[in-house]
């Protein structure tokens, strides 16, 4: 598990913008990637009250993070400032151009069949023991 304000990095991964919830303003990532079997690790990184993001469909390698003070700089001035609560910012790829302005983002990753539903879907957590989970 990652300590509480800790980024969350997977740099060797490729993510994918799986949902998108706009009535209730969810944001899904996922990353399927291969084992030997029918299951597939999967890390999935969910965001709630979703408000503005600049992110591509596909991203290649995951740093979530919170901006510091020249990202911020950075990104204000390509975005402007009226329309993104920058305190809720959070950064998804290295160089820092893609972001979500929304809640705390939670992640979780384990073992699954390539066909199960999203780990944030309901249901019991951990589902084994070696699954795991946290937020920034």
């Known amino acids: 598990m990652t300590a509480p304000g800790s980024p969350y990095l ?3 991964l490729y993510y994918r913008v799986w949902e998108f919830n706009a009535n209730h303003r969810q ?3 996922r ?3 291969a084992v030997d ?3 597939l690790d999967r890390s999935e990184v969910w965001f709630g009250n979703v408000s503005f993001m600049v992110l591509a469909p596909i991203i290649q390698g995951l740093y979530l993070r919170r ?3 020249s990202d911020l700089a950075r990104l204000r001035a390509a975005h402007g ?3 993104i609560n920058w305190a809720y910012v959070w950064l998804i790829n290295e160089t820092g151009t893609q972001f979500v302005a929304s809640g ?3 992640w979780r990753e384990g ?3 390539i066909e199960a539903p999203s780990f944030f879907a309901g249901g019991p957590w951990p589902e084994r023991p070696e699954d795991t989970s946290g937020s920034i």
Do not use: V
Request: charge should be negative.
């Open 10 to 12: 997977r740099p060797d």
């Open 27 to 29: 944001l899904l990532i």
């Open 31 to 33: 990353c399927d990637y």
């Open 37 to 39: 079997g029918i299951e």
């Open 67 to 69: 901006p510091d003070e």
């Open 81 to 83: 400032q009226e329309k």
């Open 104 to 106: 705390r983002p939670s």
């Open 111 to 113: 073992r699954r069949p």
